[in-house]
């Protein structure tokens, strides 16, 4: 019986998430969801650190994003890849979590530096260069919650225009554009903070 159990999980463990995630929503059944949550809870949680001002407020979010994901899991209808749909839900949750508490704007920390330092590293910009990340970190908290979002899409998840479209839901200009503003925003925080 032990047998049955352990190859029927594993099975379960090797559904693709579309398949998975059609089992959860026809059954609404927790333990499929376990597997759901299995795959991706790091992802969200590191995710969910970026907006977070300490580990224990990532966790929270994490959980809030799962129990919510849980209810509205019916609603992904598979126009794009569930991790894709997955970073909007988990961005946009986060970003009307900072929007709601404008304390926590100011309080929350930043990135993890690694992730800062490929944000300085891959835009050819000579602005983006030249910025320290310690700075970088400081401005990137002061930025929009939109502003900072996009820029982490691009920057630290490297995300294609193409990936950012279905994210946000946009064209392709009107990302293009979004990011040329908040890369303008970010520089001239930038400039304040360090006193240029």
């Given at each position: ?11 379960k ?23 759901l949550?299995d ?9 969910c ?5 300490d ?23 598979g ?8 970073y ?6 986060c970003?009307?979590?900072v ?11 930043s ?11 891959v ?11 310690e700075?970088?970190?400081i ?12 820029l ?5 998840d ?11 839901n ?14 303008e925003?970010?520089?001239?925080v ?5 006193n240029?």
């Amino acid at each position: 019986m032990e047998t049955q159990i352990n190859i029927t999980k594993q099975s379960k463990n090797e559904l693709s998430d579309e398949d998975l995630i059609k089992s959860i929503v026809k059954t609404n059944d927790t333990l499929l969801f376990e597997i759901l949550y299995d795959r991706y809870d790091n992802v969200v949680y590191n995710k969910c650190l970026g907006f977070a001002k300490d580990v224990d407020e990532a966790k929270d979010l994490t959980q809030d994003i799962f129990l919510k994901l849980f209810v509205k899991l019916a609603s992904f209808k598979g126009n794009s890849k569930f991790s894709t749909w997955l970073y909007a839900f988990t961005y946009n949750h986060c970003v009307n979590y900072v929007t709601r508490n404008t304390e926590r704007k100011i309080q929350k920390e930043s990135v993890e530096v690694s992730y800062l330092e490929n944000l300085s590293e891959v835009e050819n910009d000579y602005s983006f260069h030249q910025m320290k990340v310690e700075k970088l970190k400081i401005a990137l908290n002061k930025v929009s919650p939109d502003d900072k979002m996009i820029l982490l899409l691009k920057y630290q998840d490297y995300l294609s225009i193409k990936e950012i479209e279905d994210v946000l839901n946009v064209g392709e200009s009107a990302v293009k554009m979004r990011l040329k503003r908040a890369k303008e925003r970010l520089v001239s925080v930038y400039k304040i903070v360090n006193n240029e």
